[in-house]
């Protein structure tokens, strides 16, 4: 096999990480699951344990249209899990921040995905996870223009 004639799809990273990602995904959803969040609420909490946080910077954290996140936040507001309010120092611009109740879920959440990562990489030593973390974050997952 060579780089650029892999001998089946277990070789093609591409469709390697789609078919784990879709495993992975649902056992993430059957622990959120447990809270009613998404995998998107969870992030967007996730984000908000520690500390409040200007909308703009969550939309860049998150890497989301504006639009996108207003609805995050929306849902996540409407089940008492965070509060926005206005900058005092810029009233164009909203603070999110967690409430006591969405601390409690994000304590609720941290135990479910601890236990499914456990599950899922079981298999993997500490330091393989480290380097699996490492290389997945340096990962270019912006939509490509591309075509078939």
Known sequence: MTADMPEGPLDRLGLL???????TD???RRALGT???TPRH???LMHLGAGPVSQQSLVDKLDVDPSV???????LEGGDLVHRRRDPADRRRHIVEITPE??????T?????????NELFADLSEQERTTLRALLKRLASAPADYEC
């Open 17 to 23: 990480l789609a078919w784990h990602g879709r495993i």
């Open 26 to 28: 649902t056992w993430i």
């Open 35 to 37: 809270t009613g969040l």
């Open 42 to 44: 969870a992030m967007t």
């Open 69 to 75: 996140l207003v609805t995050v936040l929306n849902d």
């Open 102 to 107: 969405g601390s409690v879920t994000l304590g």
């Open 109 to 117: 959440l941290e135990t479910a995905l601890t236990k499914v990562e």
